[in-house]
């Protein structure tokens, strides 16, 4: 079994800053790609945000320049900087994770974090 657990989410004023976190526990041999997408009341979930086990990040154009994605993986953790938040990043924000396990590789997704931008 593997968790993704999610945290950091909250509400905050455009131009303002928040720091997302998603630690993964559980029988894992190998934590691969891991990201963030979002989805917003009445839309389609969107990819945010990734990054692979070495380093290789990649972003969605709505956040460039203003997000940044790190990880640390003695922790299987990875982390979504975002500044200069605007009100239309509002939104559910779900971190997943490409997990080896017993030497099959599946994807987890974490359960959600709200973040609002709003004055």
């Known amino acids: 079994q593997v968790q993704l657990v999610e945290s950091g989410g909250g509400l905050v004023q455009p131009g303002g800053s928040l720091r997302l976190s998603c630690a993964a526990s559980g029988r894992i041999f190998s934590v691969n790609t891991m990201g963030w997408s979002r989805q917003a009341p009445g839309k389609r979930r969107e990819l945010v945000a990734a990054?692979?086990?070495?380093?290789?990040?990649n972003f969605a154009d709505s956040v460039k320049g203003r997000f940044t994605i790190s990880r640390d993986n003695a922790k299987n953790t990875v982390y979504l900087q975002m500044n200069s938040l605007k009100p239309e990043d509002t939104a559910v924000y779900y971190c997943?994770?490409?997990?080896?396990?017993?030497?099959?590789?599946?994807?987890?997704w974490g359960q959600g974090t709200q973040v609002t931008v709003s004055s």
């Open positions: 997943n994770a490409d997990v080896s396990v017993l030497g099959i590789r599946s994807e987890y």
């Open positions: 990054i692979t086990r070495g380093g290789i990040t």
